[in-house]
């Protein structure tokens, strides 16, 4: 368990391991908050979440307040080119000569703060920790394809634009694929 102290602030963040599966509404609820999702994208993702879990090496994170309210989460596991995201993704890194990167390598699957819980060092904790645990030399993400401090906190891990404006379908706005050698850079 890692705590992250931050002066001024009310509460200390606990970082550790994270049932995903028992507190899926839990973490989705942070997500539809940091992320603005409404109810039937909410809805969506529980199932895709459920099945991603049993996947194999399919792992989460949390980060919780000293009460035990989560306020972050982040899973990821080994890709799979045969994952729908990989199909999605191959044909932008191919033509960037970046295919590669889809073997052997650890996807950050979902990584979301609270919006109350940012800036404290929370999603860098989440993030390294997680990849910290990957046996594969990589990781790779999607990132909503704008300049946000998600992609500031990816760059300063050593993560780099592989492809960008990536359409997933459903998806409104476009995405880039950012990858990074492991383990990720730290500060």
């Known amino acids: 368990m890692l705590r992250i102290c931050t002066p001024g602030r009310p509460s200390d963040i606990l ?3 994270l049932d995903l599966a028992a507190r899926v509404d839990e973490a989705l609820a942070v997500q539809a908050e940091a992320f603005g ?3 039937e994208e909410v ?3 529980r199932q895709i979440v459920l099945r991603h879990l049993t996947f194999p090496g399919a792992r989460a994170l949390g980060a919780t ?3 035990g309210t989560l306020v972050g989460f982040v899973y990821g596991m080994p890709n799979d080119r045969l994952h729908w995201w990989s199909t999605v993704v191959e044909p932008h890194l191919s033509t960037q000569g970046h295919q590669g990167w889809l073997d ?4 950050i699957t979902e990584l979301h703060v609270h919006p109350g819980h940012q800036k404290r ?3 860098r904790a989440l993030i390294t920790r ?7 030399p990589r990781s790779i993400l999607s990132a909503i394809d704008v300049e946000s401090p998600a992609r500031a906190l990816y760059r300063s891990l050593g993560y780099q634009d592989l492809a960008r404006r990536v359409h997933f379908p459903s998806a409104p706005r476009p995405y880039a694929v950012m990858g990074a050698p492991l383990p990720l850079r730290r500060p």
């Open 65 to 67: 307040t000293e009460d």
């Open 104 to 107: 052997h390598s650890f996807v």
């Open 37 to 39: 999702l409404g109810p």
């Open 15 to 17: 970082i550790g391991p």
């Open 43 to 45: 809805n969506v993702r």
């Open 121 to 123: 060092g929370a999603g």
């Open 130 to 136: 997680i990849t910290d645990t990957a046996d594969e």
